[in-house]
């Protein structure tokens, strides 16, 4: 029994754990814990106050799976509500479908009753994506952002693999040894707008099946779907590999992709008894854990498997 978590996952993690104290599911745990994430201004990478598309809107992904049935819900590109996460589990527990993007997510988050988030940023937050395109773009281009035929060639300019990506992953085991992943983000700062990462694609950015474990993504996106690494990891766990080869694997796969953008990774996971791990291509980064015995969390380096970034 443990929740493990990308290490913005601070504000969640203890009333995740307390959810599954008081006997409840590990999907409830992962809503739970990614709900206060995604509520707080503080964390520029996940639901409220996450920085915007090129064109200034917030987008928001986010995915669900429950590893004991290998159901999944997902929403991508939903503007206009806060609660991705629960948007995603009500996807997956309401509707015969997996994944709602765009126009479609919002309209299902009206009907589930959420309310309407009209403004998802900050005043401060606006002016830190204005700043950011007028060191490229002249005050007149960046008012006429919305009509422009030409977003491509701006988003390559003021997206940056250096510059603020993020993404909150939750991983719970209940009290039963049931497992879930859930992962929420606002994606890349200044993003193409309709563009996904990994964390609505499952298998990309999570993954979880109770017989073998689970694992989750944060960091360039593009190359989580490539590799279909959350799968692939739990797919080696599978094979037989032990929960610290599965994860030496998965970043080799991603290690070894070709062409032009690649850049930092990091993944968390769990073997089905709970045993935990975090690893990134870059030093310095950390995750966190409880278990039910523990008062408040850990947090942990990660192990590192270098993958010199190239970009452009
Ligand atoms: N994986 C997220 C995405 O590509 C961003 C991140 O975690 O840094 O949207």
Known sequence: MIVVASS??????QA?????????TAVAAVEVGIRLVEANP?????????????????????????????ESGAVGAMKGYLHAITVARQVME?????????????????EMGHPPQAEMVLPETREVWANRLRTDMSNSDIEQIAERTDLARWVQLATDPERTKGTVNFIAQDKDGNICTGVSTSGWAWKYPGRLGDSPIIGAGNYADNRYGAAACTGMGEMAIRACTAHSLVFYMKMGLSLAEACQRAMADLRDLA??????????????EGNHAGYSSVDGRTYIYQTLNMPDYEELPRTVVPIPPRWG
């Open 8 to 13: 913005n996952g601070r504000i969640g993690i």
């Open 16 to 24: 995740a754990t307390d959810t599954i104290r008081q006997g409840g």
């Open 42 to 70: 503080d964390d520029h990478t996940v639901g409220f106050n996450g920085y915007p598309n090129i064109l200034g809107e917030v987008e928001l992904d986010a995915g669900i799976m429950n590893g004991r049935t290998l």
């Open 94 to 110: 309401q509707l015969p479908h997996v994944l709602l993007v765009g126009d479609g997510a919002s309209r299902f988050a009206a």
């Open 259 to 272: 062409g032009r953008f690649i850049s930092v990774m990091n993944l968390v996971a769990i073997d089905k």
